[in-house]
Nanobody
Framework: QVQLVESGGGLVQAGVSLRLSCAAS????????MGWFRQAPGKEREFVAA????????YYADSVKGRFTISRDNAKNTVYLQMNSLKPEDTAVYYC????????????????????WGQGTQVTVSS
């Protein structure tokens, strides 16, 4: 079992930056590929960004490419989502997710590719 706890959300104005963190516990963090997803009110949970267990591969949704950066610190068992130039349409609950993978370069972009989920952190961007 892997436990995931997100933090760093809040209410911000459009154009500013925010960094989300996801702290993992329970298993060897470096064995897990990680992803960030978000869910806005009335919408499906959607993929935001993913990173392989080694950190060597990353992937982003088109809607956040160039504005968001996913990274991880395996020594701290934490994955981050740096969000710059926030827009009102980024408003959502943000979730991190984990999946054990042997491959050091694998990452997932679908919800069903992940086994473990955090409880989420709310990000609200006002215009």
């Amino acid at each position: 079992q892997v436990q995931l706890v997100e933090s760093g959300g809040g209410l911000v104005q459009a154009g500013v930056s925010l960094r989300l963190s996801c702290a993992a516990s329970g298993r060897t963090f470096s064995n897990y590929a990680m992803g960030w997803f978000r869910q806005a009110p009335g919408k499906e949970r959607e993929f935001v960004a993913a990173i392989s267990r080694s950190g060597g591969s990353t992937y982003y949704a088109d809607s956040v490419k160039g504005r968001f950066t996913i990274s991880r610190d395996n020594a701290k068992n934490t994955v981050y989502l740096q969000m710059n130039s926030l827009k009102p349409e980024d408003t959502a609950v943000y979730y991190c997710a984990a999946r054990w993978r042997y491959s050091s370069l694998w990452y997932g972009t679908r919800r069903d590719e992940y086994d473990y989920w955090g409880q989420g952190t709310q990000v609200t961007v006002s215009s």
